[in-house]
């Protein structure tokens, strides 16, 4: 597998080409693929928050990973209801992806993505915080983990 970068200057700006090749063209690696495919878009479009909201700033991330008790579409459904309030979602792919910038935690960005494997459902949620003071706002960072945790429904969440 190769992985290539190209970085240019463009009409005063700067444009970042990846070009992804070798990934084997069988069923086993489907789910690595889908991984991938997906998994760049969301790093471009949080790398893109960075760079316009955050740039120089360092970043704190909490992770939610884990097994979902519910189907995609309920996980979806409770997730949508909660972040829709706090900020804008940027992207959004029902019932697996959800991207939303949080200006109540300093412009912070999330990055959900739920899928199945194996007969069960999994989610990788990740929120980005940014600046030495992160978490000195009106809601810490770290509040946020469990609350997560019980919106998404992840196995093992205590009631």
Known sequence: ??????????????VLRLVCSGIPDAPEWDGFYNGTDTGWGSFFRT????????RG????????????TGSLEDTWTRLRAAVEPL?????????????????????????????????????YTMLSVYGKNAGRG???PRE????????????????
């Open 138 to 140: 009106r809601v810490h």
């Open 57 to 68: 700033q360092p970043r704190t991330t909490i992770k939610v990973i884990g097994k979902l």
């Open 1 to 14: 597998m190769i992985d290539e970068y190209t970085i240019e200057r463009r009409d005063g700006r700067t």
């Open 144 to 159: 946020v983990e469990p609350w997560l945790t019980t919106v998404l429904g992840i196995e093992g969440t205590p009631a």
């Open 47 to 54: 790398l893109r928050h960075y760079l316009e909201h955050h």
């Open 87 to 123: 900020g804008t979602v940027v992207f959004e792919k029902a019932p697996t992806m959800l991207e939303v910038s949080i200006p109540e935690i300093g412009e912070a960005y999330l990055a959900h993505t739920a899928s199945p494997a194996g007969g069960s459902n999994y989610v």
